[in-house]
């Protein structure tokens, strides 16, 4: 059973950078998709951004492309996501999941893994 324990949360101000790490309780495969999901309140979980090094890719929701940034780190077996620009809107509970199987979804149904999650809070 792989845990995912994600850090770096906070609260920043709108147009600040805030910088989410998450590493797994165990060496996760090269093979392994890792995403960041986010769930604000009343509203259903969705994805962020997504990296399969597989097949070196990476996939982001239109919300935060060019502003966010996934990437991983397999030396240390630890997924990034850098977010710049940040936007009131992208206040949230950001969670890291994984899934042992190639193919960058955004569905989270999709993911067997899931960490406990980071709040991050943006005010204007």
């Known amino acids: 059973q792989v845990q995912l324990v994600e850090s770096g949360g906070g609260s920043v101000q709108a147009g600040g950078s805030l910088r989410l790490s998450c590493a797994p309780s165990e060496y996760t495969y090269s093979s392994y998709c890792m995403g960041w999901f986010r769930q604000a309140p009343g509203k259903e979980r969705e994805g962020v951004a997504v990296i399969c090094t597989s097949v070196y890719r990476t996939r982001y929701a239109d919300s935060v492309k060019g502003r966010f940034t996934i990437s991983r780190d397999n030396a240390k077996n630890t997924v990034y996501l850098q977010m710049n620009s940040l936007k009131p809107e992208d206040t949230a509970m950001y969670y890291c999941?994984?899934?042992?199987?190639?193919?960058?979804?955004?569905?989270?149904?999709?993911?067997?893994?899931w960490g406990q999650g980071t709040q991050v809070t943006v005010s204007s």
């Open positions: 999941a994984a899934r042992p199987r190639t193919g960058p979804t955004m569905d989270p149904t999709q993911y067997n893994y």
